[in-house]
C-alpha cells in the first residue's frame, strides 16, 4: 500500500487522506474480526470519527475512483499495486467512478457499506450481483455513487430493423393456444378504466402484501407444480435438485413447517403418479433415498432448546421417511450434543423400524459399540415378530454393555424369557451377571426360583467363588417361596464340623435365604438350627435371625 | 462515455413538498400557528440540506417543474401537489425561484414573511414585480424569482433519452446473451441483468415516458428478445404505477427481461410458423413455461432471489380463472407479478404485426380487445 506525499499546507487534502487510511483498515478488520468483536467495532469508529470531522468541516468527500487508486479532486491519496487485492480495484472492477459521503451520515449506514464491500470483495465467476447491485438496494441515504458503463463493452445502440414484408413473425407468445383474435372488439370508454376509489384501496391493500409476502410457498408450489408438469428427465432432476436444496434449508433455519410441506406433498404427488406414470414414481422413488441420507439431514444435530411445538412438527416431518432413514439418523443421533434431537432420533427409529426391521438389523454389526447399544435398546421395546431372536443373538456380541442391553431387551419384552438368558449368570462380565440375578430376584416367581436352586446345586459341586454364590442365594431369597425351604435346609444343615468355604458359604448363603423368605416355616428351619450342636450351622443361623431382628 | 448518478431526483419531489406545504399552511393559518411553525421548521431545515453551499433552482418549463435542472417526477402520490405548484407560480405569472446559498441562515420569520409575500400576490397587478418589491422592502435577499427561464432543458432531455436507448439496446444483447448461455447449456449469473434492471427502474422512475416510446419497437430478427425487453418495460412501468417498492420493481423487470426463456428449446420454425399451429406444436409451445422454470433454477442466482424470479414465467400464461397453461395442482393464488407479465406480455403480443390479423392493434384497441 502507498500513501503519496501530500502537500502539508493543504489540510482538505490531509483530512481525505486520513479518511481513506481509516477505511481501508476498517474493511480489513471487517473481514478479520467476527460481528460484535471489539476490534471489529473500533475501526469502524476509527473510520467514522474522521469522516464526520471532514463532512462537519468541509462538506461531501467525494473519492473518485481509478484503477488501483483513489483520488481527492485530481491527487492521488492511496494507491495499492493489484496483486494486494484492493479497494479501488473493487471499486473499479463494478464501474465505480466516485462515491461520495455526505454530511448526516449514520452509524448503520457505514456499517452496511462496509459490509457490502466485504461480501462483494471476492466475486464468483458468474455472480447474482456486485458492489452497484448492492449498493442500489441499499438506498444509502448520505452515500452517493457514479457508475460507469463502461462495463458492458461496446453494445451498439442502432436502431433495430423493422422489415414487415420479408420477415413476420407468427410468435404466439402472450396469447392462449389455439385462440385467434376476434377483430370485431367493442370500444371501452375512458370511465370503465378509471380505478375507482375501492379499487384503488384494493391495488394497495395488493402491493402492501406482496412487500410483506413471504414467497417460500408460492416457489415451493410451482417447484412442485413443474415436476408434475414435466414430461423431461432433466426438468425433474432440476426440480427435485432445487427441492432438496430448499428442504436442506427450511431443516437448517428450522422451518420445519415447510420441510413437512415438502416431504407431504411429494409424498402425495407420489401416490398419485404411482399407478399412472411410472416412470415419474420411480423418479421420486430414487429421490426419497437421496432426501433421507446423512448429508441432507445433518444439520439437524445442531438444533438446541427445541419447544414443544418444534418437537412435534420435526417428529412429523422424519415420520414421512422411508425406512431406509434409519442409518442416517442413527449417525446423527451419535454425533449429536442436542438431547432433544438424540431423543427424536431414538422415536423415530423405533417407529421406522416398525415398520421394517431391516434397515436396523444392518447396522447391528457396526463396529461402534454404542451404536450398536442404543440401538438394541430400541429392539427391545420395537414390536415385531423376530425381535426377540434378533436380541438372542445378539447376546453373544463380544461387548459386555452391547450383550446387557441385548439380555435387558428380552427380559423387557418378556419376562420368561429368563429360561433362555440364565445361564448368563456365568458370564464373566460382572454386571450381567448382577442382571440375571437382578431379574430372578425381583419378585416371588416359580420359575426363577428353580433355575437359581438348580444352578447353585450345580454350583455347590464345582469351582465358585463366594461372593457370587451369596449373590445368587440372596436372589433366592428375594424370588423363593416355601417350595424352596427343603432345599436351603438341607444346604443350610450340612453335615461337616471340619472348617470349610464351601460349607460356611453354603450354610451362610442358605442361612440368608431363608430370612429372606421370612416366612414361618423358614424362621422355625433358622431357630431350630441356631440350637444346632454344630457350630458352623449355629454361627450362620444365629446370624440371619439377628439381620432379621435388626432389620424388624 | 456516460454514466447514471444515484438517483437524486427524490430530493426534489422532496424540496417541493416541503415548499408546498409551507405556501398551504401560510395561507389557512395564522403565522403564530403551530402548523405554520412546523411547515417553517422543515422548510429552514431542507434550504440547509439541499443547499450545502450551493444555489437551488425550481423552474417551471413547458409545464413541468424542475429542481436543479431535473425534471421532477410526476408519481400518483404527488401528481395533484405538483398540479398545485404549477398553478401557484402560473397565477402569479413566475417560473420559479433561485435559492441563494445565503438561504441556509435564512430566519424563521424571514421564511414566514417570504411565503406570506408570495401568498398576497396574486391579488397584485403586476405580482412579479410585487414580489421583488417586497422581498426588497423586507431584506428576503436570499431568494429570488424568476419570471423567465433562459435555459433550455432539452438538452437534458435528450441526455436521459439516450440513456434510456442505451439501456434499452443492452437490456436485449444481454437478454440474447444468457439466453444463448442458457440454450448452450452454460452457466448464467444474472448480475449484468440486475444492473440493467436497476438503471430502468432509475429510468422510469424519472421519466417513465421516456422508455413508453422505446416499447413500441419491434425487431423481427431478434423478435424474442425485444419482445422480453418490453415486456420488462412495460411491466416495470405497470409496476411503478401501482406503487411497487424499489426492489420489487427491480425483481419485476429481471422477471419480464427473463419470462420467455423457455422459447430456446422451441423450435424456431414453430416460433414463426405462419399457418395455424397442429397440435403438437401446441403442446410444444405451451411447455415454455416450464423450461423457462427449469432453465432460471440452473441460473447463478441466490435462493431468494430465484424465488421470485420464476414466479411470473411461470404463470405469464394463465388467467385469474386457472384457464390457461400450464396445469395446477398445488398452487391456488396467482402471484401478482404473474399478473402483471400477463397483462403486459398479451398486451405487446397485440400490439405487434401478425400475419393472421388484417391489421395491429393500437394501443387502445389492444386494451379493448384484454377488457372485453
Known amino acids: ?552 | 462515455m456516460s454514466g447514471l448518478t444515484r438517483n437524486s431526483y427524490e430530493s426534489g419531489t422532496t424540496f417541493i413538498k416541503t415548499l408546498h406545504n409551507l405556501l398551504q399552511a401560510i395561507k389557512i393559518h395564522q403565522e403564530n400557528n403551530q402548523l405554520v411553525k412546523e411547515a417553517v421548521a422543515k422548510f429552514k431545515k431542507i434550504l440547509i440540506d439541499s443547499s450545502a453551499g450551493n444555489p437551488i433552482d425550481i423552474l417551471l418549463w413547458r409545464g413541468r417543474l424542475y429542481y436543479q435542472g431535473e425534471k421532477i417526477l410526476s408519481g400518483r402520490d404527488v401528481q395533484s401537489l405538483l398540479q398545485d405548484m404549477l398553478d401557484y407560480l402560473t397565477q402569479r405569472q413566475i417560473c420559479g425561484f433561485r435559492f441563494h446559498p445565503s438561504c441556509m441562515k435564512a430566519s424563521s420569520a424571514e421564511l414566514v414573511i417570504f411565503a406570506q409575500v408570495l401568498s398576497k400576490s396574486v391579488g397584485a397587478g403586476d405580482p412579479f414585480s410585487w414580489i421583488q418589491e417586497n422581498f426588497k422592502t423586507y431584506n428576503i435577499g436570499w431568494v429570488e424569482v424568476q419570471k423567465e427561464v433562459n435555459r433550455d432543458f432539452s438538452d437534458s432531455n435528450m441526455r436521459r433519452k439516450e440513456i434510456a436507448r442505451q439501456t434499452y439496446s443492452q437490456t436485449v444483447a444481454t437478454v440474447k446473451e444468457v439466453t444463448q448461455k442458457v440454450s448452450q447449456q452454460s452457466a448464467a449469473g444474472i448480475r449484468k441483468a440486475r444492473r440493467l434492471a436497476q438503471t430502468m427502474v432509475d429510468v422510469v422512475i424519472q421519466d417513465e415516458s421516456l422508455v413508453l416510446g422505446l416499447t413500441t419497437i419491434r425487431d423481427y430478427d431478434d423478435y424474442t428478445f425485444t419482445h422480453s425487453v418490453n415486456v420488462a418495460f412495460l411491466s416495470l412501468c405497470l409496476g411503478r404505477r401501482i406503487g411497487l417498492s424499489r426492489i420489487l420493481l427491480e425483481q419485476l423487470t429481471v422477471c419480464g427481461m427473463f419470462h420467455d426463456l423457455g422459447k430456446v428449446e422451441v423450435p424456431k420454425n414453430i416460433l414463426m410458423k405462419t399457418d395455424k399451429l397442429d397440435v403438437n406444436e401446441w403442446d410444444l409451445i405451451r411447455k415454455h413455461p416450464l423450461i423457462g422454470v427449469t432453465r432460471i433454477l440452473k441460473m447463478q442466482a441466490s435462493r431468494d432471489l430465484r424465488s421470485r424470479l420464476i414466479l411470473g414465467p411461470f404463470e405469464h400464461h394463465l388467467n385469474e380463472n386457472f384457464s390457461g397453461y400450464p396445469k395446477m395442482f398445488f398452487t391456488k393464488k396467482i402471484s401478482l407479478f404473474g399478473k402483471i407479465l400477463r397483462i403486459t406480455d398479451t398486451y405487446d403480443a397485440l400490439t405487434s404485426d401478425r400475419i393472421y390479423r388484417s391489421h395491429t392493434l393500437s394501443p387502445d384497441e389492444a386494451i379493448a380487445w384484454m377488457w372485453n
Not at chain 1, 370 to 378: A, F, G, S, T
Not at chain 1, 488 to 505: C, D, H, T, V, Y
Open chain 1, 1 to 552: 500500500m502507498e500513501t503519496p506525499d501530500i502537500a502539508s499546507d493543504d489540510p482538505q487534502l490531509q483530512m481525505a487522506k486520513r479518511v481513506v487510511t481509516s477505511l481501508i483498515l476498517a474493511i480489513k478488520n471487517y473481514n478479520l474480526y467476527p460481528e460484535g468483536h471489539e476490534n471489529r467495532k473500533r475501526s469502524m469508529e476509527q473510520f467514522q470519527n474522521p469522516l464526520v470531522t471532514y463532512l462537519n468541516r468541509n462538506g461531501p468527500l467525494r473519492l473518485e475512483i481509478e484503477k488501483n487508486r483513489i483520488c481527492f479532486k485530481g491527487d492521488e491519496i492511496y494507491s495499492e499495486t493489484a496483486s494486494e487485492g484492493n479497494l479501488p480495484a473493487i471499486f473499479y472492477r463494478d464501474g465505480l467512478k466516485w462515491v461520495e459521503f455526505q454530511d448526516g451520515i449514520q452509524p448503520l449506514e457505514i456499517f452496511d457499506f462496509l459490509k457490502l464491500i466485504n461480501k462483494y470483495w471476492v466475486l464468483s465467476t458468474e455472480p447474482e450481483g456486485d458492489l452497484v447491485t448492492a449498493f442500489w438496494e441499499a438506498e444509502f441515504s448520505h452515500i452517493n455513487y457514479l457508475v460507469s458503463d463502461f462495463y458492458w463493452g461496446v453494445e451498439s445502440s442502432d436502431d433495430f430493423k423493422i422489415n414487415p414484408k420479408a420477415e413476420e413473425s407468427a410468435d404466439r407468445g402472450g396469447l392462449e393456444a389455439g385462440e385467434s383474435i376476434d377483430e370485431s372488439w367493442r370500444p371501452i370508454s375512458i370511465s370503465q378504466v378509471e380505478i375507482t376509489p375501492r379499487e384503488e384501496i384494493q391495488i394497495q391493500e395488493m402491493v402492501r402484501t406482496e412487500d410483506e409476502r413471504d414467497v417460500k410457498i408460492d416457489f415451493l408450489n410451482i417447484l412442485l407444480d413443474n415436476l408434475i408438469d414435466q414430461e423431461e428427465i432433466e426438468g425433474w432432476k432440476i426440480a427435485t435438485e432445487v427441492i432438496k436444496e430448499e428442504f436442506i434449508e427450511f431443516i437448517k433455519s428450522r422451518d420445519f413447517k415447510f420441510a413437512y410441506t415438502i416431504l407431504d406433498s411429494l409424498d402425495r404427488i407420489y401416490q398419485k403418479e404411482k399407478s399412472t406414470h411410472t416412470l415419474l414414481s420411480e423418479f421420486l422413488d430414487d429421490f426419497f433415498i437421496s432426501i433421507y441420507s446423512e448429508d441432507t439431514l445433518k444439520s439437524l444435530g445442531d438444533h438446541f432448546n427445541l419447544s414443544p411445538d418444534e418437537v412435534i412438527q420435526l417428529k412429523k416431518i422424519l415420520f414421512l421417511l422411508p425406512p431406509g432413514a434409519v442409518s442416517s439418523l442413527a449417525a446423527i443421533m451419535l454425533k449429536t450434543k442436542s438431547v432433544h434431537i438424540k431423543q427424536i432420533c431414538n422415536d423415530v427409529i423405533i417407529k421406522l423400524s416398525s415398520q421394517d426391521i431391516q434397515p436396523l438389523t444392518a447396522l447391528l454389526s457396526s463396529p461402534n459399540e454404542n451404536l450398536v447399544q442404543r440401538l438394541v435398546y430400541m429392539l427391545g421395546i420395537i414390536r415385531t415378530e423376530n425381535a426377540d431372536q434378533l436380541l438372542m443373538n445378539i447376546t453373544r456380541h463380544s461387548s459386555p454393555l452391547v450383550r446387557n442391553e441385548a439380555i435387558k431387551g428380552l427380559l423387557r419384552r418378556n419376562p420368561s424369557n429368563l429360561l433362555k438368558v440364565f445361564h448368563f449368570v456365568d458370564d464373566p462380565n460382572d454386571s450381567i451377571r448382577r442382571l440375571i440375578l437382578t431379574f430372578a430376584g425381583r419378585e416371588k416367581n416359580p420359575e426363577a426360583e428353580k433355575l437359581l436352586t438348580a444352578y447353585i446345586e450345580k454350583k455347590e459341586s464345582g469351582k465358585f467363588e463366594k461372593k457370587d454364590l451369596l449373590e445368587c442365594y440372596q436372589a433366592l431369597g428375594r424370588c423363593g417361596t416355601i417350595r424352596s425351604i427343603p432345599f436351603l435346609q438341607k444346604m443350610l444343615m450340612q453335615p461337616g464340623w471340619l472348617p470349610s468355604k464351601r460349607l460356611s458359604a453354603n450354610r451362610q448363603g442358605a442361612a440368608m435365604s431363608l430370612a429372606a423368605i421370612g416366612n414361618p416355616e423358614a424362621l422355625s428351619v433358622l431357630e431350630n438350627a441356631s440350637r444346632s450342636a454344630n457350630p458352623g450351622i449355629r454361627i450362620a443361623a444365629g446370624r440371619a435371625l439377628r439381620a432379621i431382628v435388626k432389620t424388624d
